[in-house]
Nanobody
Framework: ERQLVESGGGLVQPGGSLRLSCAAS????????LSWVRQAPGKGLEWVSS????????YYSESVKGRFTISRDNAKNMLFLQMNSLKFEDTAVYYC???????????????????WGQGTQVTVSS
């Protein structure tokens, strides 16, 4: 069974940092580009970042560029998102997700992802 399990979310003050982790199993992890997406309360899905199968290339939305860093450890089947300088508007449930083969890697549609984890809540509040 293909599985993604996120962890590392929590409550943080503005300007603070969190590191999200995503443990993968049940598929060939290092064959695929993977993404982080998020969904804020009452809002639609928002693509955050993607990383190619070998980690050589990364992509970021304009809203997080310069503050977030995506990385992966293919030896351990792990995906990470280092989030610095957090803002109120970063509050959301964060999901790691596998884009479908025919989708663009920056999609904000659930239908463009083959599967995703249960999510981890990030709350930025003073």
């Amino acid at each position: 069974e293909r599985q993604l399990v996120e962890s590392g979310g929590g409550l943080v003050q503005p300007g603070g940092s969190l590191r999200l982790s995503c443990a993968a199993s049940g598929f060939t992890f290092d064959d695929y580009t993977l993404s982080w997406v998020r969904q804020a309360p009452g809002k639609g899905l928002e693509w955050v970042s993607s990383i190619t199968f070998n980690g050589d290339t990364t992509y970021y939305s304009e809203s997080v560029k310069g503050r977030f860093t995506i990385s992966r450890d293919n030896a351990k089947n792990m995906l990470f998102l280092q989030m610095n300088s957090l803002k109120f508007e970063d509050t959301a449930v964060y999901y790691c997700a596998k884009p479908s083969p025919t989708s663009i890697w920056s999609s904000s549609l659930w239908s463009e992802y083959d599967f995703w984890g249960q999510g981890t809540q990030v709350t930025v509040s003073s």
